[in-house]
């Protein structure tokens, strides 16, 4: 695909995040993608809190990335469905972000990901950016994140597939991860593995894309540490129960041999 280059109106100044769209209009494309994001964000949000006690660090869901300025703005942006961005502020100056602005920030995504509902031929496009005096041709989202956004790591969930790939920015060149015995691909700046789990998130049983921590054990959202913490306080109201029937049992034997219980 190609367009015309817009060269009439000169740029005086590079607008920042309030001045460019935070929007292209579009919808989300199925039903699974907004609790998909919200699941990847409840999960690592402690992790984050962790590596992160500053509170300096971003997270985008189905947000723009600008990373050039064009006409129309968003025809320069690519909206990855989730990303995180580390040590950055979440607002700027006390507004919460409408993008992410690589001109204005400077500081690369540690990792993008994409969710495919399709065949994955967007997201693996790998079209340079092609110009001439009046024309371009539109590059591939690949390409772009590649060359231009370059986060270190690209995740591409294929959701009808239940599997997902991902890259390492290694020498300016994208090489995919191997999974590892557990079959997930390990993230070391975070300190986290990504994969598929198969479970009932939201009402709704699907293979979800999740975290685990270095030693395999699932990363649990909010809902779950909660639900997690109940059944433990459960279980030791019941262990406590139980020894309070073997200690009445016990009392109980030594009355019957005509001795008082001290306690």
Same mark, same amino acid.
């Given at each position: 695909?190609?367009?015309?280059?817009?060269?009439?109106?000169?740029?005086?100044?590079?607008?920042?995040?309030?001045?460019?769209?935070?929007?292209?209009?579009?919808?989300?494309?199925?039903?699974?993608?907004?609790?998909?994001?919200?699941?990847?964000?409840?999960?690592?949000?402690?992790?984050?809190?962790?590596?992160?006690?500053?509170?300096?660090?971003?997270?985008?869901?189905?947000?723009?990335?600008?990373?050039?300025?064009?006409?129309?703005?968003?025809?320069?942006?690519?909206?990855?469905?989730?990303?995180?961005?580390?040590?950055?502020?979440?607002?700027?100056?006390?507004?919460?972000?409408?993008?992410?602005?690589?001109?204005?920030?400077?500081?690369?995504?540690?990792?993008?990901?994409?969710?495919?509902?399709?065949?994955?031929?967007?997201?693996?496009?790998?079209?340079?950016?092609?110009?001439?005096?009046?024309?371009?041709?539109?590059?591939?989202?690949?390409?772009?994140?590649?060359?231009?956004?370059?986060?270190?790591?690209?995740?591409?969930?294929?959701?009808?597939?239940?599997?997902?790939?991902?890259?390492?920015?290694?020498?300016?060149?994208?090489?995919?991860?191997?999974?590892?015995?557990?079959?997930?691909?390990?993230?070391?700046?975070?300190?986290?593995?990504?994969?598929?789990?198969?479970?009932?998130?939201?009402?709704?049983?699907?293979?979800?894309?999740?975290?685990?921590?270095?030693?395999?054990?699932?990363?649990?959202?909010?809902?779950? !540490? +909660? =639900? @997690? #913490? *109940? $059944? !433990? +306080? =459960? @279980? #030791? *109201? $019941? !262990? +406590? =129960?139980?020894?309070? $029937?073997?200690? =009445?049992?016990?009392?109980?034997?030594?009355?019957?041999?005509?001795?008082?219980?001290?306690?």
């Amino acid at each position: 695909m190609s367009y015309t280059i817009d060269q009439s109106q000169p740029i005086t100044a590079l607008p920042d995040h309030t001045q460019l769209p935070e929007s292209d209009g579009t919808f989300v494309k199925n039903f699974q993608e907004h609790p998909q994001s919200i699941l990847l964000t409840d999960s690592i949000t402690p992790v984050l809190q962790r590596l992160h006690p500053d509170g300096n660090y971003c997270i985008g869901q189905d947000s723009g990335i600008y990373w050039r300025l064009t006409d129309p703005p968003e025809r320069g942006a690519e909206a990855p469905d989730w990303f995180y961005v580390p040590n950055v502020p979440p607002t700027l100056d006390g507004q919460l972000r409408r993008s992410y602005v690589m001109w204005q920030e400077l500081v690369p995504p540690l990792i993008v990901l994409e969710f495919v509902s399709g065949d994955g031929s967007e997201e693996r496009d790998r079209t340079p950016l092609l110009r001439s005096s009046q024309q371009e041709t539109k590059p591939g989202k690949f390409w772009i994140y590649e060359n231009v956004i370059r986060p270190a790591f690209y995740g591409i969930y294929e959701v009808s597939r239940s599997r997902v790939e991902v890259y390492h920015l290694i020498e300016n060149r994208y090489q995919l991860v191997p999974e590892n015995e557990r079959g997930h691909y390990p993230i070391p700046a975070l300190e986290v593995e990504l994969g598929i789990w198969q479970g009932r998130y939201q009402n709704v049983e699907l293979p979800w894309l999740r975290w685990w921590d270095s030693e395999g054990n699932l990363l649990l959202t909010g809902e779950e !540490r +909660a =639900e @997690q #913490e *109940r $059944q !433990r +306080a =459960e @279980q #030791e *109201r $019941q !262990r +406590a =129960e139980v020894a309070e $029937q073997q200690l =009445e049992q016990l009392r109980a034997q030594l009355r019957a041999a005509g001795i008082e219980p001290q306690v």
